[in-house]
């Protein structure tokens, strides 16, 4: 199986992106937010979408350069307006912002629109446990064509509407929680699609209504379940609480924008640990509290515990040191992009 190493990976993405006209700050972010989802283990979320990024530059529906505004500022919110810039530079400034003012009045809320694509959700909140503060972002994918059902329904009517919430810790890999409201994230079934593979029962409907484990019903007018299975009215609330935070909240409004781009509305609240607890004692009861979860017992079935978040750490120490699979189909998409810049060469010369 080819792998790439996540240095070489992560130096070709910013420079592909600063030839289609991407500056280097966004390109650098870009890189690193996507590279970290491949990383750990969410190659859904990681260069997979690259091509997708540069569709939309070319199609106006991405601007490179675009100045942020941050707008109703007070000392604890904001409204920031990415005037359809790259998702994850917009977000990382926002998340910047949220992170100064929780640390001055020790919390935060602000509210994101008119970006691109935020990739995946944890890239944001663990910032601020990085920097001692627990945060939590909710993200509308999009506002583009909807893709889960209401429980019960068979109808597209919500997006897959990611919520993720971050704590500090000593803990060498955070514990967090980073999902899809939705039973799967809508590009793992993009991704079995491109591997070729089936998809458990669950997962989607298909435009009849019934479950299936084919990817490719998906695109043909099925739809996604809600989290939960047959108690996937949970799902259905949470997801409904995530869309109406990023969506009506924010001011974008629910449902789909007419003009079909890619707008990912985010609320982001970020809390100074240090106004409930000292800092050094709730980071040690997180770590003894996330190792006494994954020392729990084994199920039948199961290999061991880990606690939330604990997957991803595993899965990036793997990669870092052995190199990221990224499939033949995003390879082609990649290069095919690349061999119309003007940069050297292609990802092939990386492979190994
Ligand atoms: N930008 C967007 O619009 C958008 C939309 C949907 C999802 N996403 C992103 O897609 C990614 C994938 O989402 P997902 O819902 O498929 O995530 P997932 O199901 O892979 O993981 C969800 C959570 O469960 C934890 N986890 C996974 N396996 C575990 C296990 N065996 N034991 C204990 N904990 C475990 C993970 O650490 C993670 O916190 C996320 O990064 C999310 O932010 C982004």
């Not at 972002?137 to 919430?165: Q, Y």
């Not at 999902?179 to 079995?192: F, P, Q």
């Not at 009861?285 to 750490?313: K, N, Q, W």
Request: glycine share 10%; with cysteine.
């Amino acid at each position: 199986m080819p792998l790439i190493n996540h240095n070489d990976l992560r130096n070709f993405i910013s420079q592909l992106m600063q030839s289609y006209g991407a500056s280097e700050d966004e390109a650098t972010l870009i890189s690193e937010h996507s590279v970290e989802a491949n990383l750990v283990g969410h190659d859904s979320h990681g260069v997979i979408q690259i091509p997708t990024y540069i569709d939309r530059i070319q199609r106006g529906h991405i601007k490179p350069g675009a100045e942020i505004e941050v707008n109703n500022e007070s000392r604890t919110t904001a409204r920031i307006n990415g005037n359809w810039g790259f998702g994850y530079y917009v977000s990382d400034f926002a998340m910047k912002l949220a992170i100064k003012k929780a640390r001055q009045d020790n919390i935060a809320a602000i509210t994101v629109v008119q970006q691109s694509h935020v990739g995946r959700v944890a890239s944001y909140p663990l910032m601020a446990a990085k920097e001692g503060m627990i945060a939590i972002m909710t993200a509308d994918s999009g506002r583009g064509p909807k893709m889960v059902v209401p429980f019960g329904g068979k109808e597209r009517k919500l997006g897959t509407n990611p919520i993720c919430i971050a704590f500090p810790s000593n803990l060498e890999g955070t514990m967090f929680v980073d999902m899809a409201t939705s039973s799967v994230a809508a590009g793992k079934i993009n991704l079995a699609r491109s591997r070729g593979k089936d998809i458990p029962f669950g997962w989607i409907l298909d435009k009849d209504g019934n479950q299936t484990n084919d990817p490719n019903d998906f695109s043909q007018g099925g739809a996604i379940l809600p989290l939960g299975a047959d108690q996937g009215h949970k799902g259905y609330g949470l997801s409904a609480a995530v869309e109406t935070f990023s969506g009506i909240l924010t001011g974008l409004g629910f449902g789909v924008s007419k003009d079909g781009i890619h707008n990912d509305g985010c609320l982001m609240i970020v809390m100074n640990v240090e106004a409930f607890r000292d800092l050094e004692v709730f980071k040690q009861e997180v770590t003894d509290f996330a190792l006494d979860l994954s020392s729990t017992e084994v199920a039948s079935g199961y290999d061991r515990v880990y606690y939330p978040g604990e997957i991803e750490h595993i899965t990036k120490q793997d990669r870092m040191q052995n190199g990221i699979f990224v499939e033949d189909t995003t390879v082609a998409n990649i290069n095919k992009f690349a061999d119309e810049s003007d940069i050297k060469g292609n990802l092939d010369t990386f492979l190994h």
